[in-house]
């Protein structure tokens, strides 16, 4: 049988680290300008007891959303012992393209991936290079699509990339500023034919886009007395929650029940980095609608603390670190079965049970 396999992962962690202190500062405003008059101190301490997050990482001045992609695709490439030449596709899920310090205006022409393609000298013209633009769930479905053209005889290996450089389209009068950073992470996927089963064995995705339309958004600054019309990441926080707490358990639970898989034989669960209290309520219910009381210990491994969340990279960057073994108390073994899942702006879920 034809199986989707990894075969190489990448990942690419900004080097600038920004703690939670470094936002005490900030003059931070309700969505109708009036100044947050709490002190930032207990804003920033309720904020970490929330999120989990004490930490995230930004890009240098000099770098870009396609830079830090090429340099996780380097990395994936090389792990998987591949000329780059070979590589049938090239998928890159972001959200606001190419944007330059100093400026406020998105570049996405051409391409993320073509520029990706450039940026790895593949003069392969039956390469094709192409962006998906799905939220943060963009790599998740990169890694659907790659996928499906492997099943259809399209591709025989595909370079997946999930990279977003968040601060730069923040607003600093936002308390959600604190939540985003940047990252990108990469596979390479190949077409096996091979006797078992083994890689992508089911996956799902789900869209609402009645008002969850407008949970996850580019708006305006939450400050009022500003002169200009740039426009900063915008999201209804507790409306992502609760939309995520009932729709994302029922989206994983529907990918599992197409291949008849039992929770209790999932080893890791790769969830999306948005929120720690969100995404352990979010399995708890995974596993209550199994009918099982207890989430088991080590299940689902977490980066949030230190790198905060990076959209679409957040999914393959905690992936190549466990293969990396940079995440002493986990591991992915031969046979382990996976749950890769993600929730974000459209509203769009999806999920991949993967065998490793």
Known sequence: MLNTVITGSGSYIPEVEVENISFVENPFCFDDGRRIQNDNVSTIQKFQEITGIQARRYVKEDQSCSHIATLSAERA???AGIDAEELDCIIVAHNFGDVTHGTNQTDIIPSLASRVKHNLGIKNPFCVPHDIIFGCPGWVQGLIHAHMFIKAGEAKKCLVIGS????????????????????AGAVIVEGKEEEEARGIMSHAAVSHTEEEKDFLTFGESFNKFGSDDTKYVKMKGHKIYQYALSEVPKAMKYCMDKIDLPLTQVDKILIHQANEKMDEAIIKRLYRSFGLREVPEKVMPMIIGRLGNSSVATVPTLYDM?????LPDHEINEGDTILLASVGAGMNINCIAYKA
Not at 164 to 183: C, H, K, N, Q, W
């Open 322 to 326: 466990i293969m990396r073994g940079d």
């Open 164 to 183: 977003e450089v968040l601060s730069r389209v923040v607003d600093p009068f936002d308390r959600d500023t604190m939540i985003f950073a940047d990252g």
């Open 77 to 79: 490439i090389k792990n």
